[in-house]
């Protein structure tokens, strides 16, 4: 069994604490991992709009988000000031690639792309990632070489900018294998790795998934489809901090049934060496389970 982890790194406190967790728990097991930061204003508090999506009041009611993310950051944007994550973060930023991680952009403003994106014109779009770009050069001194979108939020427009980015591959998708995306007739260029487990909040706190069973539904799920490379997505507020003991057994249990940790960008080469047997598949919104509103996927 082949695993790739991707760490989404949404807010100021994720990339301060959970992070560095993350680093230590990784190299307890040998574990690789693509570590994509927000790198612009943490305006996490703004998210409260998200209280009209359907199934959002369900979701925040069983994963305990207050305990996990904390107050502070709860209020970041709206009665405290948004603090910047780039530049309060540098230090933490680099200690990442030193350990010898994968580094990528998950955006400038999280909130924005999130809650945003669908009616953004094509400049507002190519402002976000010019930012998260030019914030990204300056922390590590090269440019970024993958992006995963917050939200597994994508539009035709966001994929014109990331091929005009010249990434190597992005993640912004759910389910399936990798593929080139296909908007409203047009095939976009840069190839798209999903991530294909469920993420730990899509499961915590249903009554069918108590956290004693997850790790153990997590290796089923791989076995089920040993032959798949799958790409887990996980948060450094979730997985480094509120439910880091939970991820910490999931390591283990996947260290001792012999999964093989991969590279994202390892992967995307060893796809893009065959590039012409990626399929095209069409890209389009849809509902995952345990998550409220909907994400990009591709077309059954």
């Not at 400038?108 to 999130?114: F, I, L, T, V």
Request: net charge positive; glycine share 10%.
């Amino acid at each position: 069994m082949r695993l790739v982890l991707k760490v989404d790194v949404d807010t100021d406190r994720g990339t301060r604490e959970g992070v560095p967790n993350l680093l230590s728990d990784l190299a307890e097991v040998g574990a690789s991992a693509c570590f994509l930061f927000s790198l612009g204003p943490d305006q996490t508090g703004r998210a409260i709009s998200r209280v009209f999506r359907p199934g959002f009041f369900k979701k925040v009611s069983r994963t305990s988000v207050v305990q996990i993310y904390g107050l502070r950051t709860l209020l970041n944007g709206t009665l405290l000031p948004a603090p910047h994550i780039g530049r309060r973060n540098t230090d933490v930023m680099r200690s990442v690639r030193d350990a010898g991680y994968e580094v990528g952009i998950h955006c400038h403003n999280h909130y924005r792309w999130q809650d945003y994106l669908e009616r953004m014109s094509l400049a507002e779009v190519r402002a976000e990632l010019v930012a998260a770009r030019a914030e990204f050069l300056r922390v590590f001194g090269v440019e970024a070489r993958t992006a995963g979108a917050p939200g597994w939020q994508s539009t035709a427009k966001s994929r014109e900018v990331y091929d005009d980015a010249n990434f190597l591959y992005v993640s912004d998708t759910r389910g399936g294998g990798p593929f080139f995306p296909r908007i409203g007739g047009k095939t976009f260029k840069t190839l798209e790795i999903p991530s294909t487990l469920p993420t730990f909040d899509e499961l915590m706190g249903r009554p069918e998934y108590p956290d004693h069973t997850i790790v153990a539904h997590y290796l089923g799920l791989m076995k089920a489809d040993a032959a798949r490379t799958q790409v887990f997505t996980l948060h450094a507020e979730i997985e480094g901090m509120g439910r880091r003991g939970l991820f910490q057994n999931f390591l283990a249990a996947c260290n001792l049934a012999g999964v093989e940790f991969i590279r994202m960008d390892d992967y995307a080469r060893e796809l893009l060496a065959n590039r012409a047997a990626i399929p095209v598949r069409d890209q389009v919104m849809g509902a995952i389970d345990g998550r409220s509103g909907v994400v990009a996927v591709q077309a059954a």
